[in-house]
């Protein structure tokens, strides 16, 4: 930018802000929580649809869109990031039997797909487009998981970015929907059983906090079971997911924003046995995942870097815990079991490093990365 067209801009924004924005009403809304009054001057703007809101929203974007009309670099900086941006993009892909599942959304889409393709090698086949969905470009679509026989796909269905979403199970035998689907609400975890006579799901409401329920495929929806969550109040947030070969429902329960502490809860669903708890009266954040019959726990108690203990599922005593990477200088950031190997993640010096471990602890050695960057994962079986 030259100083003349610096100059202009700052002249803009100056007249902008002179002007100031549209302003904002107050409706004040008195709680008493715990004896104490908290009064909330914003409250109605939660109403997202009402026509009070609306008109504010649309004050609020006019008042945008004239300050930014005035800059006359926009256009420049608008054509530049459009060129950065508008590139193939992929999504992290589910193999199942030779078949691939991933997002898509190519250079002329502003829109994901969800697509498969059949050896690596194979035609992007699309399964599902949320065009086909809804022509409301704030519509989109994704991955909620595949069954390891790769007859089934889950995938999520969210109006406007939302939290809020609904999920739909897609035949890939038939290409036909379910008529099991659960309907528009916040999700946190759906897995469907391995021998697909039913899924686990948990859903949260303002109202009561999260449940987890058990439906029974065919049934109607009426009729789902719930299982987990009496108690919970609207600051918990419970997830639910079965482990990668579907014998354990693994119950994660998150006490607070961000959480103060975490309850983890297993149960053997293969053997029809009850969700029991792994850890439930400590102070500190668990982050659970399992591998085979053992349950590996990312924890920040006694270690503020973190660190990793590993329990028996079928001994969970904590005395017989065991840790399995110890605390370091540098806090864990990331931690995956992938073929018998745990995945543990450092950000060192701003650099992404990945150590690999055996499953008692051995080191083995760093994964070799390209160079600096972000690593996610890694992921699979």
């Known amino acids: 930018m030259n100083l003349r ?3 202009f801009a700052l002249s803009a924004a100056a007249v902008a802000f002179a002007q100031g924005p549209p302003p904002t009403p107050v409706h004040p809304v008195t ?3 715990h004896g104490v009054a908290i009064t909330d001057p914003y409250r109605w703007l939660e109403d ?3 026509p009070e809101t609306r008109a504010w929203l649309d004050a609020q974007i006019e008042y945008t869109q004239t300050f930014l009309s005035r800059m006359p670099v926009r256009e ?3 054509q530049r990031l459009t060129e950065l941006s508008r590139i193939d993009s992929y999504g992290f892909p589910t193999e199942r039997h030779g078949r691939y599942f991933f997002s898509r959304r190519l250079a002329n889409e502003n829109r994901a797909s969800i697509c498969m ?3 690596l090698d194979g035609v992007d086949e699309v399964l599902v487009n949320p065009a ?6 704030t519509v989109t679509v994704f991955i909620g998981g595949i069954t ?3 007859k089934l796909l889950t995938y999520g269905v969210r109006h406007g970015g939302e939290d809020e979403e609904e999920y739909r199970i897609l035949n890939l035998e038939t290409r036909q929907l379910l008529a099991d689907s659960l309907p528009r609400a916040r999700y946190f975890g759906m897995s469907i059983q391995e021998d697909q006579s039913g899924f686990f799901y948990s859903r949260y409401t303002t109202t009561i906090g999260s449940r987890v329920y058990y439906h029974a495929m065919g049934k109607p929806a009426a009729e789902d079971r ?3 969550g009496e108690g919970h109040g609207p600051d918990t947030i419970v997830s639910a997911q079965l482990s990668e070969d579907g014998r354990y429902l693994l119950v994660d329960v998150s006490i607070g924003v961000p959480p103060k502490k975490t309850e983890v809860w297993v149960a053997d669903v293969a053997a029809g046995g009850p969700l029991r708890p792994i850890v439930n009266d400590i102070d500190a954040e668990f982050r659970p995942f399992i591998t085979g019959d053992r349950i590996n726990l990312w924890t920040n108690w006694n270690a503020p870097n973190w660190r990793i203990l590993a329990a028996d599922l079928h001994d969970p005593a904590r005395a017989k815990w065991k840790e399995i990477v110890p605390e370091s200088k540098w806090p864990i950031d990331g931690a995956t079991g992938v073929a018998g190997r745990l995945f543990v993640g450092y950000l060192e010096d701003v650099n992404a490093r990945v150590k690999q471990y055996d499953l008692s602890g051995k080191y083995l050695g760093d994964m070799k990365l390209p160079g600096i960057g972000s690593v996610f994962g890694p992921a699979g079986r």
């Open 5 to 7: 067209l610096f100059a």
């Open 31 to 33: 709680d008493t929580l």
């Open 48 to 50: 997202q649809n009402s």
């Open 76 to 78: 420049k900086i608008k």
């Open 117 to 119: 393709r059949t050896g």
């Open 132 to 137: 086909d969905i809804g022509k409301d470009e």
């Open 148 to 150: 390891r026989d790769g």
């Open 226 to 228: 719930e299982i987990f």
